[in-house]
T-cell receptor, first 116, second 114 residues
Framework: NAGVTQTPKFRVLKTGQSMTLLCAQD?????MYWYRQDPGMGLRLIHY???????AKGEVPDGYNVSRLKKQNFLLGLESAAPSQTSVYFC???????????????FGDGTRLSIL | GDSVTQMEGPVTLSEEAFLTINCTYT??????LFWYVQYPGEGLQLLLK?????DKGSNKGFEATYRKETTSFHLEKGSVQVSDSAVYFC?????????????FGQGTRLTINP
């Protein structure tokens, strides 16, 4: 059972470079999320999607863009990477709203991103 | 807005000790409450949940009771094991637009020594 798969697992970028993080889920979930995890800050929501073709801003969306062209994939883009975006990024998916789900969110193993 | 506050870590205990990790919340409505656990190098996994006041969630020997009067959802375990070493996150999901999202606390790192 693959669940939620994030690609890549590690990446080092230089300031100003761009990249895309890929999240894929095989559970036919409608909802998908991107978080960043920083020491002492917990998980902060960057963007999320409630279905194919939809996206919405979370708590810390600046500097990131997302796309959900296919139900199973949720892409997170950094157009011009900055050192402040050094973090561990987690993708999650859920069958519906966490409030009404027995399994609120399934998480990937994370992508560790360093911006020099 | 909604928020979750957890006790400061890290927490270090000896095996078989009693564990409490405090969690309090602020929400505009009547949220559902969750505890997630993150083992080293992995993503978060749901540990337990409670959807209404006085509900008790339990799993793997861990328990937490939804206390509306004190807006709390403290995590407890009677006898911890080395394998319980992890980071624990309290989270909530509120009604309305907030129902689509989880709001997480900052996490509490737990280390159990043999």
């Amino acid at each position: 059972n693959a669940g939620v798969t994030q690609t890549p697992k590690f990446r080092v970028l230089k300031t100003g470079q761009s990249m895309t993080l890929l999240c894929a889920q095989d559970m036919n979930h409608e909802y998908m999320y991107w978080y960043r995890q920083d020491p002492g800050m917990g998980l902060r929501l960057i963007h999320y999607s409630v279905g194919e073709g939809t996206t919405a801003k979370g708590e810390v969306p600046d500097g990131y863009n997302v796309s959900r062209l296919k139900k199973q994939n949720f892409l997170l883009g950094l157009e011009s990477a900055a050192p402040s975006q050094t973090s561990v990024y987690f993708c999650a998916s859920s069958p519906g709203p966490p409030l009404y789900s027995n399994q609120p969110q399934h998480f990937g193993d994370g992508t560790r991103l360093s911006i020099l | 807005g909604d928020s979750v506050t957890q006790m400061e870590g890290p927490v270090t205990l000896s095996e078989e000790a009693f564990l409490t990790i405090n969690c309090t919340y602020t929400a505009t409505g009547y949220p559902s409450l969750f505890w997630y656990v993150q083992y080293p190098g992995e993503g978060l996994q749901l540990l337990l949940k409670a959807t209404k006041a006085d509900d008790k969630g339990s799993n793997k020997g861990f328990e937490a009771t939804y206390r509306k009067e004190t807006t709390s959802f403290h995590l407890e375990k009677g006898s911890v094991q080395v394998s319980d070493s992890a980071v624990y996150f309290c989270a909530l999901s509120d009604r309305g637009q907030g129902a689509q999202k989880l709001v997480f606390g900052q996490g509490t790192r737990l280390t159990i020594n043999p």
